[in-house]
């Protein structure tokens, strides 16, 4: 019996239709699944976004309240002091806080050139972390105007006055010149040193054992002895010196190689212990509270 090629391709044609009108129903629904998906995605990016901020809380915020936390604790508010949060990972991930966030010290931390301040979220999901924080204190100290040599005798043309970073100077600095001046070098500087008190040493002029002449003065009076230096002294400085006259051992200030001031109760009262002469450092503050 011949073949009958028109029959044939008749009965095809529907089995070949309905494959195509499966795959056109396939691709359909496949369309319809990527819709949904994208559409819940947004949704899911619009409700993350809802209160101003995304997923994840900005390391350059947490930097911001550490910064302004910490300043106000110091309670400084001079362009001499500043404070730079350390650089924090950018890889952090710590949830967008839905609270202010807070910051804090440690139970019995001080704050210092390097400072560990605190910051904690106590929103609906909570965290902490802690920022290292440099304080820079800039002040006017001085400084040599030129290169000096050891032993040489510090005079006003010797010094400069510049402002400096002060933060970690353990040395301490001077911000007073008068404390320098006729003082002797411990070692030689290059211009531009900052002078401390630990590269100066007092250049005596009253040595001990010499022959002082001792005043008191008092109610527009002024009485002179003799009397017998029991240590070294500098210009200005404190010394005990034996009354020749009396056998009475009395504390004076150098005036002169020659001439002691005997301090009456009053004056020294009035004169301390030399405080002046105490180094004047950037110390760090207690701070102990939460």
């Known amino acids: ?12 044609t529907p089995t070949a239709r309905w494959r195509r009108d499966i795959d056109a129903q396939t691709r ?3 369309c319809i699944g990527l819709v949904v998906i994208i559409h819940i995605a947004s949704g899911a990016s619009a409700a993350g976004n ?3 901020v995304g997923i994840w809380h900005s390391t350059a915020d947490i930097a911001a309240v550490a910064e302004a936390f910490l300043m106000q604790r110091l309670g400084k508010t001079s362009q001499d002091t500043a404070v730079r949060a350390g650089m924090l990972d950018g890889r952090l991930k710590l949830a967008a806080c839905s609270a202010p966030l807070e910051g ?14 605190g910051i904690r979220c106590n929103g609906s999901k909570p965290w902490k972390i802690y920022v290292p924080v440099d304080v820079v204190v800039r002040t006017e100290v001085w400084v040599a105007r ?7 005798l510090l005079t006003k043309e010797d010094l400069t006055a510049d402002v400096r970073d002060v933060s970690r100077m353990t040395a301490g600095y001077v911000s007073d010149p008068n404390t320098l001046i ?9 211009a531009g040193r900052i002078l401390t008190l630990k590269l100066i040493e007092a250049n005596n002029v009253v040595m001990r054992g010499q022959t002082v002449t001792l005043v008191v003065s008092g109610s527009g009076l002024q009485i002179r002895m003799t009397g017998k230096a029991l240590m070294d002294g500098a210009l200005n400085q404190r010394i005990r010196v034996e009354n020749l006259t009396s056998g009475r051992i009395v504390e004076g200030i150098v005036r002169s190689r020659e001439l002691v001031e005997v301090l009456m109760p009053s004056a020294r009262d ?3 212990n030399n405080s002046h002469l105490a180094p004047k450092v950037s110390a760090a503050v207690a701070d102990t509270t939460n």
């Open 50 to 52: 809802s209160n101003g």
């Open 104 to 117: 804090f010290l440690r139970p019995s931390a001080k704050i210092g050139p390097k400072t560990i301040v």
């Open 270 to 272: 009035s004169a301390g």
């Open 28 to 30: 359909r629904f496949v």
């Open 182 to 190: 006729g003082q002797r070098l411990r070692s030689s500087v290059l």
């Open 1 to 12: 019996m011949p073949i009958n090629i028109a029959t044939i391709v008749r009965k095809l």
């Open 146 to 152: 030129q290169p000096l040599p050891k032993g040489h």
